[in-house]
Every structure is written in C-alpha cells, then in structure tokens.
C-alpha cells in the first residue's frame, strides 16, 4: 500500500510540474510617467522629432581644460589590468584623446545615420532608425530592433548596421533597424522617478515601436540588451517574431542547471556540454566564483550606491574614461588584464572607445545609466519575469570569451523555444562591435530560419 502511495505521489508530482512547465505566462506591466512633476493635462505628444548629434567649441574646451587639469597617479610595478585600468597606458590615451581625437569628425560620423526622439511615459527618448536604401521590388524590409547595454551605446552597432540594412548577399535578408538609447543613457532623457527598470524599458521600448509602425518584428540584445528584449518578448510574445541575444546568464538557475554543475565535469554528454563548456565551468570556484568576484565589484556599487562614484565620474573625463574602457578591456578578454595596454586595440579602434565615452560624457549619462543597476538589483532577485520562462523562437550566439558563459543546456531552461545555439569563432562581451560580421551573420542565418518557417 505505502509503495502505491508512493508511487501516485511521484507521477502525480511529475504531471504537476509537466503541466506547470507547458503553461504560459504573459509578464503584466502597468504605464508609467517618468517625466518631472505629474503628468501633463491633455492628450500624449505622439510626435516624432529628428534629432542632431551637435558639439561646439565651449563643449571641447571645458572637455581640454578638464583633461589638462587631471591628475595622473602611478600604476605598481607589474600590474598591468590587475588593479584596473593601467596608469601608464591610461597617459597614453589621454594624450591621444587631446591631441589626435577628432571629436567633430565623429559626431558627423554618428550623424551619418537618422537619429529621433519622440516622448514614452513623460521621457524624451533617443533611436536610431535606418531604412534600407533602394529595396529591390517585391522585397519587403524586417524590422529588427537592437537594444545596447553598460557601459556600451547604440555606437556598438554602428559597424552592424550598413552589414543589416544593405547585404553584399542577394539571397540576405534585408533589415530595417531601430537602435533606442535605453532611457538614461545617451541622447535618452533620465527617468526622473525611482523604479526605472528592465520592465519598464521594455515597455517603453514595445511603445516606440507601435508608434513607429511595427505590428511584428525581431529583437537583438547583449548585456542590458538580453534582459529588455527577454522582457519584450515576455510582454508581448505575439508581436516578438524572434529574439537573438548573445548574453543569457542563468536568471534563476533550476535543478538541471545545477545538475549540470554537479556532474558536467564527469558526464558532459548527458549535459550536451563540449569541450569549450568544461573549460569555462571548470574548476567550478575558480571559473564561476572567483572570476565573477573579480570582475563585479563594479555591479555592487552601482547596484546600491550608483550616485556617490557616478558624481565624480560625471566631473572628471579622465576618471569616466578609466572606469568606462576598462570594461571594454576585461570584458573583451579576461586574458588582456594581464597586458600592459589591457590588449585595448586588439579588437578596438581608439576612435571608437573614445567616441562612445563622448557620448557618455557630452550627454552627462553616467549617473542615470549606474542607475539602471539599483533600480533591477533594489527589487530583489525573485521578481516575476525572472521566473517566467520565455516562449518566443530564439537564436543564441555563444561568443567563446564572453564575460559569463552559457552553455546550450543553460539558455534552454529560460528560452524553451531556442531554435539556433551558434559557437562562435571569437569575440567577448562586446560582440556587436568587437564582430559586426560575426554577429550580423548569426541575426541572418536565425531570421532566415524563422521566416521560412513562417
């Protein structure tokens, strides 16, 4: 008798979580108004204003007077990255920056593509919006939207952009691409109220969209990026045609993923993992403990304190670049801290790391955009859409230096619906910007996949 007991309690608790597995929840999310003040009396300004990239003399004075006044202080002996952004080398930009960067060139270079804004919930906010250009006849353009993260910009996907919008490739799809800047970061307006979170941008973001048109479109996203689009397709799953991310870390990691922990080492083909998965988990303290420690110290800080730090970074450019290229450095390949120039311009340009710490520090975003941490991490880590499964089609690209890696196994616990999982032949945290081809032809090879199938 127990035995049968048992065993109805053990198929029962199975068909439970079978069943509690196939449901579909849709993440709910109120409007918000995150403009000064309460809302303005009247009907919502639904216009759409294009928006020029300016600079002018006074901007690049103060920006000079403020480099020539920093205040350099010696790196140890034998650090290179180790203690952060290397003192010596950090001179060497700085001189590059004052004397060889051409900042007007570059914002004429930002301007080569249509930039917009139009007013969501009380906050002006900043897109880029590329059409293609002379679409064969018969060719209907996909729209895709690409969402950045920190401290990157709607800069990294510059490179990408001409590879979407016009392919070498006749049989390519063509895009048509809107890059937002996520609400207090770049030419986006700061929330002005407590509460800004990934949620809240998503529906900002699904708002821009509806007002530009798309009844459907596909979603790009990497760091802050992952989690806006996740949201977005948790929202309105009906009008995600498809996501592609290239980050996905474990949100609420479940049983198999610790499982795969546990045992992946011994049995890796039960987890699917390949040799690339047992070289980043392996040894698992190491891997996934010490060098998480190591590289996020700057997560605590802005996750609880953003404006203290952020003050000073927002005064002085020579800190803000520091805080800002390290990332780009690290985080591009955990390898490079142990090089003089932290490898920098190995995958970049310093044109390009300079141009995007401009527009952190001509915009004077730095505060809000450390902001966007506290308000996710304020609200704990048990929040709604970190539970909820994903049932969107989704393609994964797998870049082998990413900062956090994630094996198949892992990113199928959240995306059930995970169509392509792509290992990609190089490439870190910055994808985008560090392998435009790369990743533009992981977009193509996905959407042509979930177009034909449609």
């Known amino acids: ?87 010596h080398y950090l001179q060497k930009v700085v001189t590059y920056w004052r004397r060889d960067f051409d900042w007007r060139r570059q914002v004429e270079k930002l301007n080569k593509f249509p930039h917009y804004k139009t007013n969501i919930e009380g906050i002006d906010v900043h897109y880029v919006h590329v059409r293609p250009k002379n679409l064969p006849e018969g060719v209907t353009a996909v729209p895709l939207l690409m969402v950045h993260g920190w401290p990157g910009s709607f800069y990294e996907f510059y490179r990408m952009i001409p590879l979407l919008t016009q392919p070498s490739n006749p049989d390519d799809i063509v895009f048509e691409v809107v890059c937002p800047s996520i609400p207090g970061y770049g030419f986006s307006e700061a929330p002005h109220k407590k509460g800004f979170d990934s949620v809240c941008a998503a529906r900002v973001f699904h ?159 730095i505060i809000s955009s450390m902001r966007f941490y506290k308000e996710n991490f304020s609200k704990g880590l048990d929040q709604p859409h970190s539970k909820m499964p994903v049932h969107v089609p989704t393609g994964f690209a797998c870049f082998p230096n990413e900062l956090m890696h994630t094996p198949k196994l892992w990113v199928q616990q959240k995306y059930r619906e995970l169509k392509t999982f792509t290992p990609m032949a190089r490439g870190g945290h910055f994808a985008a910007m560090e392998e435009p081809e790369l990743m533009a032809q992981d977009i193509q090879n996905f959407t042509k996949m979930q177009e034909k199938m449609k």
């Open 1 to 87: 008798m127990f035995t049968e007991i048992l065993l109805a309690l053990v198929v029962g608790g199975v068909v439970y979580f079978l069943v509690q597995r196939s449901k579909r929840h849709q993440l709910k999310s109120e409007d918000g108004w995150w403009g000064e003040g309460t809302p303005m009396a009247g009907e919502e300004d639904l216009s759409i204003r294009p928006y020029t990239v300016q600079t002018d003399d006074e901007e690049l004075e103060d920006l000079y007077r403020r480099i020539d006044q920093t205040r350099p202080f010696p790196s140890l002996e034998d650090s290179q990255f180790n203690y952060g952004f290397n003192s």
């Open 207 to 365: 708002k821009l969209m509806k007002r530009l048109g798309f009844q459907q479109f596909y979603a790009h996203g990497g760091d802050w990026g992952w989690i806006v689009t996740t949201n977005m397709a948790q929202l309105e799953p009906k009008i995600i045609k498809g996501l592609h991310l290239n980050f996905a870390p474990p949100s609420k990691p479940g049983l198999p993923v610790v499982l795969s922990i546990m045992l992946g080492r011994s049995f890796p083909k039960l987890f699917g993992f390949n040799e690339h998965d047992i070289q980043r988990i392996y040894p698992v303290v190491q891997n996934l403990v010490v060098e998480s420690v190591k590289e996020s110290g700057y997560l605590h800080i802005q996750a609880t304190k953003p404006d203290t730090v952020g003050r000073a970074l927002n005064d002085s450019p020579v800190g803000l670049a520091a805080y800002i290229l390290e990332k780009f450095s690290t985080w591009t390949d955990h390898d490079f801290r142990n090089l003089d120039d932290g490898g920098l311009t190995r995958k970049f340009s310093l044109d390009d790391l300079l141009t995007n710490v401009m527009i952190y520090w001509t915009s004077g975003c």
